[in-house]
């Protein structure tokens, strides 16, 4: 298919600036998906969503390099949880080929909703690391985070980031840069299962997805120097700003949008 120079910019502005807000706390798929849905209404939504996983598995890698060159994650928890995503996120890409996810966005409003408000009044989530968790209970919520929010991304997809990162933070009790550096990695793995989901269904626009994925992971790179640079406060107050905006965007699908 052709794609106009002018549109191809636009898509590629648009990965940019969704791997810098991603790479920081999440939710790069509230800019990619409504600006790709407007920029190439003539695309079905399975190919879309199948082409933008390109650019976040991307974008999100290279943002995890970065967290991971000044963090030391548990690799041992972290293969455990990016394998088990891996096939949640692949699950999830199958399920969203056959079914609607429409009746899961009133639930996501309500969950969002609670989450802004928790962590607009409550002054330290995140700000330090706040539990000590046993290893047996570490890899109980580590199994359930993935299993969870890995069919989660691979079926609806925004704001994935942003619920690892509130997950890692409220469940294992991690800080915002603690828990932003293993949020990547496993994003990396629900963005991998559902990229070869949707190659073995050829919903991929490789003209596309590879401009995007160059955009994405300079986005990336420079969001999570970003973050490292300001720390945990700076990341708190971020992840608010994320959080009112997929509020904003489920909001208007919810109660504005006819269906």
Known sequence: MVILSY???????????????????????LIHLPASLLLLPQVPVATIIGTLKIPAFSGTSFAAY??????????????VMMAIAFVAAFIGSFLLTKVSNSFMKPLLFVLLSLVAVYTYFKKDFGIHQAKTHSTSTKYIYGVCISLGIGVYDGFVGPATGSFLVLAFVGLMGYDFLQSSSKAKMVNVATNFGSIILFMLKGKIIWGIAIPMAISNSIGGLLGARFAIKKGNKFIRIFFLCIVTATLLRFGYDVFLVKH
Do not use: E, H, M, N
């Open 66 to 79: 970065q967290y991971v060159r000044k963090q030391k994650p548990d690799w041992k928890l972290l293969w």
């Open 7 to 29: 549109t191809l910019l636009l898509l590629c502005l648009v990965s940019f600036t969704a791997g810098f807000v991603d790479a920081i706390v999440g939710g790069g798929g």
